[in-house]
């Protein structure tokens, strides 16, 4: 019999980085507020602090005033994009970058948000170019690389992915993701010692990364550890009960050592 | 990945179970549970267990491998040789020749 091969299972790109919201200037809110109850820029900031409290709904409601009150407020619409990405309406938010770019083409966070949701939507040709235009307006921001080096790595380019996950983490070591993904490339292309050396990097900058110990213990079992790769599925599994291709490799490793 | 032993596994039951529960779609937990039903001589448990797999994702090579051996055993060797030529295909395709040459080698048994 084979049983089937070692599952990788990808965590999703991610706009945490890119998402933050941006202020637009620097006054006091409140003083903003006294002087100018229902101005664009009372709401503007208004929505920033509802967004950094986690009030989302509020958040875009202000910023949906800002657009009302000020039709060409590309920051609004990027911001409003941002939340509205975040809390799952895909449409409204790739609506809301579009009309940021259009209104301003030199906002490399919106090409690179736009190019993750266009990613996700399965418009593989638009988010690339929108990575490679995010990176040509701004040539440092680490997570565009990451999402750039996910999607070739997703599309068979690996070493214009390993390219980018090097560049990435130049740009930010700190980054635990990138450490897993570049791991798991060098996995499949058989530098086992590469990857091993890469997912305890992640581990070691998020102990809670599951995917990492997934991702580890899928080494460990391919290469004859069976008991680390016990104890990372077991640790991925403590960290995410609903982690079921950690049980699936699980079941597989004691199936095949009859720990019964 | 060669298959090696075991007998009654319940731990690996149950976590076969759980990722099916958690993802019924997931069709490699199928097919894993499967082999394990094999294992303990639950041989229509098996079968249903491949079946499900391979319905789940028709480009599931092992699952159509497993599920040809488990017909032959059934005496069902039109049936096998249909699994196995498809599992061939499959790992050819993936360019995983390893698993191609066995496959071609125990269709060539079935065969004869």
Do not use: C, W
């Amino acid at each position: 019999m084979i049983i089937a091969a070692v599952i990788f299972t990808s965590s999703n790109t991610t706009h945490a980085l890119a998402a933050q919201v941006n202020k637009q200037e620097t006054i006091t809110p409140f003083m903003l507020v006294q002087q100018e109850p229902n101005s664009a820029a009372s709401y503007f900031e208004r929505g920033v602090q509802r967004a950094n409290s986690g009030n989302s709904q509020g958040a875009i409601a202000d910023f949906s005033q800002v657009i009302q009150l000020d039709p060409n407020n590309a920051l609004a619409y990027y911001n409003r994009g941002v939340l509205r990405d975040q809390s799952g309406n895909s449409q409204g938010a790739l609506t809301d970058y579009n009309r940021s770019i259009q209104l301003d083409p030199s906002n490399a966070l919106a090409y690179s948000n736009r190019g993750v949701l266009r990613d996700e939507l399965g418009d593989i040709q638009g988010a690339l170019a929108d990575y490679n235009h995010a990176i040509q307006l701004n040539p440092n921001d680490a997570l565009t690389y990451y999402n750039r080096g996910a999607l070739r790595a997703n599309s068979g380019d690996s070493q214009g992915a390993l390219a980018d996950y090097n560049r990435s983490i130049q740009l930010d070591p700190n980054y635990a993701l990138t450490y897993n993904r570049r791991g798991n490339l060098r996995f499949n292309s058989g530098d086992d010692q590469g990857a091993l050396t890469d997912y305890n990097r992640a581990i070691e900058l998020d102990p809670n990364l599951a995917i990492a110990y997934y991702n580890r213990g899928n080494l460990r079992f391919d290469s004859g550890d069976s008991q680390g790769a016990l104890a990372d599925y077991d640790r991925a599994i403590e960290l995410n009960p609903n982690y079921s291709s950690a049980y699936n490799s699980r079941g597989t490793l004691r199936d095949e050592f009859g720990d019964s | 990945m060669l298959h090696v032993n075991s007998g009654d596994n319940r731990e690996a039951l149950t976590d076969f179970n759980r990722a099916i529960e958690l993802d019924p779609n997931f069709s490699e937990a199928y097919n894993n549970r499967g082999n394990l039903r094999l294992d303990s001589e639950d041989r229509q448990g098996a079968l249903a267990d491949f079946n499900r797999a391979i319905e789940l994702n028709p480009s599931n090579a092992t699952a159509h491998y497993n599920r040809g051996l488990l017909r032959v055993d059934f005496g069902d060797r039109q049936g096998a040789v249909a699994d196995l030529q498809v599992a061939a295909d499959l790992f050819q395709a993936s360019g995983d020749m390893v698993n191609y040459e066995k496959v071609r080698e125990d269709l060539r048994r079935v065969q004869q």
